[in-house]
């Protein structure tokens, strides 16, 4: 999976043939339309407020893609609140030089605002992902045996052999929730991908190219993606181990309306193509049910009001089965 999404030349994301979008290999949020980050940059400034609006507030993106979402959110931010859009800095942390050309093509009117870096170092503020988590690499491991890639003639097969149990199927996340843990200063993590919870997890990849999807990883080499859905309570989990508080865990649909019944400057425009984003990304049969948003939190008071997005929400704790995997 590292070799197929990543190796430096021919892997699917970093060779820059990743697609996403209609005539691409899948939708996201991101490529429904602006509204998402419209969403989110209303989402972001009640989090600047309740940090008590500092002015040295990041908001750190990482699989940032073409750019789109970083420019959906600074020009909602430069239209609806100038205050917040002059104190914040916005970095992009991308190991990849052609992504990271697109996205300066992207983002040229923002120009000032961004800052690349190849990876993350302390900062206040939110880290924000859409659809970062699914594509780690991820180790098939089950019940004590680990499926390898060997080699039968020319090719690619499965070889069983027993499993590290010092190594977790989704290591990759995990290291990558340490990481970014320990370079939050203060502020929130939000992370919205595809996945399940507790018992309900199941660790299936999907192969997709073109809008279909394809029976086995081994088709179509770098130029399909290859997923795996969250396993939220795993991840959710080690951030409370690191010293992070959960602030909140929902799908998408509650998230998102949350956001927008609570926004006061979120002047959406009654237009054929905002209804349709809306119920894109509302809608629970579409994206609405099937991704997730988990909030963690450092160094933020815990009686702090419940942001927007997390209002019509249950607890988090019974949602991601951290009561249970604690004992
Ligand atoms: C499924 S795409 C999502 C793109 C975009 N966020 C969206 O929603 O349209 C996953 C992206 O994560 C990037 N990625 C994976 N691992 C990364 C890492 N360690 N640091 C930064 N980007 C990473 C990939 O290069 C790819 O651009």
């Known amino acids: 999976m590292q070799q197929a999404l990543y190796h430096p030349e021919r892997g699917y994301y970093s060779s820059g043939r990743c697609a996403i979008g209609r005539k691409g290999d899948y939708f996201t949020n991101v490529s429904v339309g602006p509204l998402f980050g419209q969403l989110l940059a209303a989402q972001f400034t009640d989090i600047w407020e309740q940090l008590a609006r500092p002015d040295d507030f990041v908001i750190v993106e990482q699989g940032a893609h073409d750019g789109r979402f970083a420019c959906d959110v600074l020009e909602s931010l430069q239209k609806r609140g100038p205050e917040f859009f002059g104190a914040l800095h916005y970095w992009i942390i991308e190991p990849f030089p052609l992504l990271r050309e697109r996205q300066s093509q992207t983002l040229e009117p923002f120009r000032d605002k961004i800052e690349w870096r190849d990876s993350l170092q302390p900062f206040v503020g939110v880290h924000f992902c859409n659809e970062l988590l699914d594509a780690m690499p991820v180790r098939l491991i089950n019940n004590g045996t680990e499926k390898f890639v060997g080699v039968d003639g020319d ?42 919870s507790g018992a309900e997890f199941h660790g299936n990849l999907q192969i997709r ?82 991704f997730q948003v988990l909030a963690l939190t450092k160094n933020v008071d815990p009686a702090a009001p419940k942001l927007a997005g997390f209002k019509f929400a249950g607890g988090p704790d019974a949602a991601l089965a951290l009561i249970d995997q604690s004992r």
């Open 155 to 196: 090719k690619f097969v499965f070889v069983e052999r027993p499993a590290d149990e010092n190594v977790k199927f989704n290591q990759s996340a995990l290291e990558w929730i340490a990481d970014t843990v320990a370079n939050l200063q203060r502020g929130y993590i939000i992370t919205v991908d595809y996945g399940r």
């Open 209 to 290: 190219a073109r809008h279909r999807g394809l029976d086995s990883p081994f088709e179509q080499i770098g130029y399909a993606d290859i997923t795996m859905g969250v396993d939220w309570s795993s991840i959710a989990h080690r951030a409370q181990s690191n010293g992070l508080r959960v602030a909140g865990f929902t799908d998408q649909h509650h998230f998102l309306t949350g956001i927008i019944s609570e926004s006061r400057d979120l002047m959406l425009e009654s237009s054929a193509k905002i209804k349709r984003e809306l119920q894109t990304l509302l809608h629970p049969e579409m994206l609405g049910r099937a």
